[in-house]
């Protein structure tokens, strides 16, 4: 169990366009859910945590109105990069686990995000 | 502060023994992850140790010391798919996942 679903898995976008990626928990409830970013030959960044019903809580550094976080339901949250540029280009994934649980964190299987 | 060091790059040769080391410091405690990433995708999942002790799961082998604040991943019988990176991170007490940088293991023939 413990399925999440990611869409796109790759992108190309102008810049100054949005982009809109989709986190989906497919077999269970994630009231939380985590955004990454990970550039080239470098660990995972945490850039928010998404929280179903709420607001979501951006790591230092992260602009909130430029990564668009809503979490609309217990089993999707979508991250939006607005007014895209050139180094917002990545790898960005998703995760979720089980909410207060030390269980495993679910990745998604990446969107890769090249703006030109 | 909250921080994980783990070696940047291994070699090793195929069908050898190699052990990835994990040193790391949290504000409490409450596991330490192993997850494998080839490159272009996203990690999956290798094990996880919350107890002192060794957890074996087929070639794969993971120890953890808590008092020491320490684990390895052990992969045995190496095989040229194991080439990816290896992440380890250690949950704290609120549940978040505190991430090394990652080992990247190079298999060679």
């Known amino acids: 169990g413990a399925v999440v679903s990611q869409h796109p898995s790759r992108v190309i976008c102008k810049s100054g366009t949005s982009v809109k990626i989709e986190c989906r928990s497919l077999d269970f409830q994630a009231t939380t859910m985590f955004w990454y970013r990970q550039f080239p030959k470098q660990s995972l960044m945490l850039m928010a945590t998404s929280n179903e019903g709420s607001k979501a809580t951006y790591e230092q550094g992260v602009e909130k109105d430029k990564f668009l976080i809503n979490h609309a339901s217990l089993t999707l949250s979508t991250l939006t990069v607005t007014s895209a540029h050139p180094e917002d280009s990545s790898f960005y994934i998703c995760?979720?686990?089980?909410?207060?649980?030390?269980?495993?964190?679910?990745f998604g299987n990446g969107t890769r995000l090249t703006v030109t | 502060g909250q921080n994980i060091d783990q070696p940047t790059e291994m070699t090793a040769t195929e069908g050898a023994i190699v052990q990835i080391n994990c040193t790391y410091q949290t504000s409490g405690f409450n596991g330490l992850f192993w997850y494998q990433q080839h490159a272009g995708e996203a990690p999956t999942f290798l094990s996880y140790n919350v107890l002192d002790g060794l957890e074996e799961k087929g070639r794969f082998s993971s120890f953890l010391s808590r008092s020491k604040g320490y684990s390895y991943l052990l992969l045995k019988e190496l095989q040229m798919k194991d080439s990816a990176s290896y992440l380890c991170?250690?949950?704290?007490?609120?549940?978040?996942?505190?991430w090394g940088a990652g080992t990247k293991l190079i298999i060679k023939p």
């Open positions: 991170a250690a949950m704290d007490s609120n549940y978040q996942l505190i």
């Open positions: 995760s979720a686990n089980r909410e207060g649980e030390a269980s495993p964190l679910h």
